[in-house]
């Protein structure tokens, strides 16, 4: 066994998104989102699972933090429902809704909790999907508004924020395989959509600058800004040329599509030339890739596993599979353990995009932050075991005492190890990661799966909301409070 210490000041977190966890989804003049309706079109979401109630955090909030206290996290990463707080996406805001997100940061500040702010994490405001949502232009405006407001209201205590997540998934997912809300299959609403997440990320910076917040000390330091992206590990399938292509084709249509307009102020080639054969184009105006590579300070990496892609001209619209090499091990979805590839993935955007000094953002330097990383296993919640006959003179020996229920998810712990592990690897390397937020605080919507698999590192029961700590969240807790892990490397997942 070796121990792996960081940085002093490492941001020790977990990450949670409003929709999958607040429930709660009509009171205080919350608006409906695009999520509320695409759960009530039958067949979208597994067993027919809704956000209704989910983790019912909006009324549980002071026990979520009682919580994170006890995972000893000093970080929390959530989002705010853009429809609690303009109920149309636009016009008048919603005191009641932003009443919500003042208390929890406050209590949060008083857990010594530093907030990590998502603005969006995929809940539109259904009135403006009624505009065409992320497809019209304006919803990049009206994000532009929404975020100055919350700048202007929590910004004087929350000190580092995120405008969109994973703008891949909301916009492909959403608009071209009809797997997430919107629910659309239209290559062309999903280019739309996605140069407006990106415009509106962009956006949302421009605001940040212009209100000084990156100037000003609030909270704990000037405020930093930055966006979550889902970036894989990628290998072929083969060493056949197609194999190759279809690789180099998907890590480009899904991660350098999103990261080159940030770090480099434009769309990659290859994709443009792919996209334009099918007859589309990004609706790229004049200003649009300045506004987007603005400078940021924190890019975010949601890193969940590695896709080996194999040419396949079978597959709707991009032509690839994704595979599972023989042998590699697996999570309840299917998804590949990987832990290396989240070295990689680091390594690969800062040597692409970060190395020249002109890729530099203009003051200070982007640090990296492990937006999410976790598993989904079949958790086994085993029952409260019976006290041992109470012995009327003694009290209990040691050990003895009754133990409550317990969810020993070794692999998730793992899994969570093994990725710490090449976080460490990375610090190493000198590439500047600063936190690591595990997906997630507790188990929830898990999009269109609902809830039949589980993500937390707390178990939540959804009959009768109680939560439970897993094992994995007991480690966690000694890993965060520690600033360090013990683990054999030989012996890691992967
Ligand atoms: C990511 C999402 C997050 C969660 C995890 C498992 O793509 O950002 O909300 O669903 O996957």
């Known amino acids: 066994m070796s121990e792996f210490r960081f940085p002093a000041r490492f941001l020790w977190g977990a990450a949670t998104s409003a929709y999958q966890i607040e429930g709660a989804v009509a009171e205080d003049g919350r608006g409906e989102s695009i999520w509320d309706r695409f759960c009530r079109e039958p067949g979208r979401v597994d067993n027919g699972d809704t956000g209704d109630i989910a983790c019912d955090h909006y009324h549980r909030w002071r026990d979520d933090i009682e919580l994170m206290r006890r995972l000893e996290l000093n970080s929390y990463r959530f989002s705010v429902a853009w429809p609690r707080i303009f109920p149309i996406g636009k016009g008048q805001p ?29 809940d539109l405001p259904a009135a403006l999907q009624e505009r065409g949502g992320w497809t019209n232009r304006d919803t990049a405006y009206r994000f532009r508004d929404y975020a100055a407001f919350l700048f202007e209201r929590l910004g004087d205590r929350v000190d580092l924020w995120l405008t969109v997540n994973e703008p891949y998934v909301a916009a492909v997912l959403g608009h071209a395989l009809g797997m997430h ?94 996209y334009k054969g099918q007859g589309v184009e990004p609706p790229v105006k004049d200003e649009d890739m300045a506004l987007i590579s603005r400078p940021i300070d924190i890019f975010g990496l949601n890193y969940y596993r590695r896709h080996t892609v194999a040419h396949d001209p079978s597959q709707p619209i991009f032509g690839y599979r994704v595979e599972v090499p023989p042998g590699r091990p697996v999570t309840e979805l299917g998804w590949e353990v990987y832990p290396q590839g ?55 020996a040691p050990g003895t005492q009754k133990r409550g229920p317990r969810v020993r998810d070794v692999e998730r712990r793992d899994y969570i190890a093994a990725h710490l592990y090449y976080v460490w690897r990375a610090i190493q390397d000198g590439i500047p990661v600063e936190g690591y937020w595990a997906w997630s605080l507790m188990d929830n919507f898990e999009w269109t799966r609902g809830y039949s698999c589980r993500f937390g590192l707390v178990y939540v029961n959804f009959t009768t909301q109680e939560r439970i700590i897993k094992d994995s969240g007991r480690w966690y807790s000694a890993v965060c409070g520690e600033n360090g892990l013990e683990v054999d490397p030989e012996r890691l997942v992967g």
Do not use: C
């Open 94 to 122: 919603n005191k009641a809704g932003l009443a919500f997100y003042e208390r929890l940061v406050d209590a949060l500040l008083a857990a010594g909790i530093r907030p990590l702010v998502t603005l969006y994490h995929w």
């Open 342 to 396: 989240l070295h990689e993935v680091l390594a690969w955007v800062r040597d692409t995009y970060l190395a020249s000094p002109a890729a530099q953002p203009a003051e200070g330097s982007i640090a990296f932050f492990i937006t999410e990383n976790g598993a989904a296993y079949p958790d086994v919640l085993e029952p409260e075991a019976a006290a041992p006959k109470a012995d009327a003179d003694r009290p209990p």
């Open 181 to 274: 809300a919107p629910g659309l299959k239209d290559l062309n609403a999903a280019l739309r959509a996605a140069h407006h997440l990106l415009l509106a990320h962009g956006l949302a910076v421009e605001a940040f600058d212009d209100l000084g917040m990156r100037k000003t000390s609030r909270g704990q330091g000037p405020a930093r800004i930055g966006l979550a992206l889902d970036i894989h590990a990628y290998a072929p399938a083969s060493d056949r040329e197609a194999d190759w292509e279809a690789m180099e084709r998907a890590r480009t249509l899904e991660a350098r599509w999103f990261v080159e307009p940030v770090l480099a102020g434009r769309y990659p080639q290859e994709g443009l030339e792919w």
